[in-house]
């Protein structure tokens, strides 16, 4: 299995790559409750979501500060969330708690399996193997159970969500067609989109706006009430919020790992101003991490991983417009 740093740029991946994803994990919402009882948990407003249909959301504590974000999927009988293994044990049970009143059973799914399709023929592959029509939409469920999302930017690829039995089917024919790559791969991919999940390391450290959840449309403002609702109306109407993540990018002898800190050059002297949430390395030594930093960080400013000895790093543009929040 090739890993990141068998790359020393994006351009360089195969027409057809297969990511297992790994270490992430699909948590799965069930019972006749489940869309109520994610409307009182979840950023996101679920209730005109179809089967097949799929939104950024976070999971927040009382305090506002997330203690997760998923890519919520919507299914005929359950509802599945998608996240980082890492943080399951510390998000499962917050979950879990708050349901005893429902009618929901919440656990780790076990019928199911998410994997990474990426590359130029990753669209050709699915509309061949998998359904014709199946590249057009945003997201789409098939008959057979299989979703299939399609991702934003850096390139063309797709989240994959199948029943365990077809899911090894199609493992099995990929291993002679893709290049498998293990999710640093995914995670780069996550990190030029801007979009930054949550691990362990940073569970419970940032309110939604922090990590730009307002711009990737994850986060209601009309819904009503949520646990922590109160913390992400206050960022957004009183101005609350001063921080905001950012891409980096630059060079450094190893990979940053999340939780490490970022300084800023100021006056010649290094500054602590934020927290790497997610970062990567190419074979080359180019690094990029996703952090959260001040909001009136400027594209002239100069930064460095604390953690990394000789590691520069510069501002580099996210893919979408940041809202006031």
Known sequence: MRKLSDLDNISQLADLVLCPLDSWDLISV??????????????????????????????????????SIFRVIVLEDRVLLTQPSSVTPRQLPELQKYAAFSKVEISKETEYKALGLVGCKSAQYIAEKVDTAATHDQSRLLESGTVIIKQPYPSLRYLVVMKNAIADELLEDLKDRAEIFDDSLWNAMN????????????????????????????????????????????????????????????????????????????????????????????????????????????????????????????????????EEA
């Not at 957004?236 to 800023?264: E, H």
């Open 30 to 67: 069930k019972g006749d409750d489940r869309i109520s009882f994610l409307q009182g948990q979840l950023t996101c407003d679920l209730a005109d979501l179809k089967p097949g249909q799929q939104t950024l959301a976070a999971q927040c504590n009382p305090q506002g500060k997330v203690f």
């Open 191 to 322: 990190i030029a989109s801007g979009i930054g999940f949550i691990e362990e390391q940073t569970c419970a450290s940032f309110i939604p706006q922090m990590l730009n959840l307002q711009a990737l449309n994850a986060i209601s403002f009309s819904k009503g009430c949520y646990i922590g609702q109160e913390t992400v109306a206050r960022a957004k109407y009183r101005g609350a919020n001063k921080r905001a993540l950012f891409i980096l990018t630059g060079r450094a002898t190893q990979a940053p790992k999340v939780g490490d800190n970022i300084q800023m050059l100021v006056s010649n002297n290094w500054k602590r101003i934020g927290t790497v949430i997610s970062g990567c390395q190419y074979g080359d030594g180019h690094i990029e991490v996703l952090a959260v930093l001040p909001k009136d960080c400027s594209p002239e400013d100069v930064y460095q991983v604390q953690e990394i000895e000789g590691s520069t790093l510069y501002y580099a543009p996210l893919p979408y417009t940041l």
